[in-house]
């Protein structure tokens, strides 16, 4: 089946340092979704990607689609502890549920 | 800001006994789902549910798994015989449209945490 994985898994990053995951499908998405958990909390939907190159833009935080459309990233610049928690990639697979990455856990020391 | 609810936040039940995790969706949001956590893993699908049916379920999703809207409000997860495996955070989200038909991800509610003892 379709599988999602991120890297790196862990992240320990100084506050003011920059962060980046990448995300990997191992089949074509026709879009993707980003999440963030923060420690104890559920998914909270953070941004949806559908075209091939497309970057946005949320405060700090920018977000890529591939142009193959089968990876993604999102760059944090100059973090800050409130961006501690876990983020996670989810694509749709052939019946439109979304499968979640692996995710990547991101921590912010003082 | 709309909420999706979930209750009890944290279950212990002997394994064996049955349990019903209680979720109540968006009003206006049409397209259901149970999602799990195993602690400090990834969010594994488990069932979604749309027009008062299973659209799809997963292979975890086996015959001690049920899930049924008694009200139309309510969305209930029901563990027939729970094992000490079923031990995780269980999500319940929803969504106002499938992802095809416009840009909308899912709301997710904050969790019960089942401990099978």
């Keep these: 089946g379709q599988q999602v994985m991120q890297i790196p898994q862990y992240q320990h990053v100084q506050e003011g340092e920059d962060f980046t995951t990448y995300c990997n499908s191992s089949t074509t998405l026709s879009n993707i979704q980003w999440y963030k958990q923060r420690p104890g909390g559920h998914p909270v939907f953070l941004i949806q990607l559908v075209k091939s190159g497309e970057v ?6 920018t977000f890529q689609f591939g142009e193959a459309k089968k990876n993604s990233s999102l760059h944090i610049t100059a973090t800050q502890t409130t961006d501690v928690g876990t983020y996670f990639c989810a694509g749709p697979d052939r019946t439109y549920k979304y499968i979640f990455g692996t995710g990547t856990r991101l921590k912010v020391l003082a | 800001e709309p909420e999706v609810t979930q209750t009890p936040s944290h ?35 488990l069932v979604s549910f749309y027009n008062n049916e299973i659209s799809e379920k ?6 001690q798994f049920s899930v049924e809207r008694p009200d139309g409000s ?16 269980y999500f319940c989200a929803s969504s106002a449209q499938i992802y095809r038909e416009g840009d909308y991800g899912y709301t997710f509610g904050s969790g019960t945490r089942l401990t099978v003892v």
Excluded at chain 2, 31 to 45: A, M, N, P, T
Excluded at chain 2, 58 to 63: P, R, V
Aim: with cysteine; charged share 25%.
């Design chain 2, 11 to 45: 279950q212990v039940t002997q394994m064996g006994q049955e349990v019903i995790l209680r979720c109540v969706p968006i009003s206006n949001h049409l397209y259901f789902y149970w999602y799990r956590q195993i602690l400090g893993q990834k969010v594994e699908f």
């Design chain 1, 56 to 61: 946005k833009k949320q405060k700090r935080l």
């Design chain 2, 58 to 63: 997963s292979e975890i999703f086996d015959d």
């Design chain 2, 74 to 89: 309510n969305f209930t997860l029901k563990i027939r015989s729970t094992k000490l495996e079923d031990s995780a955070m």
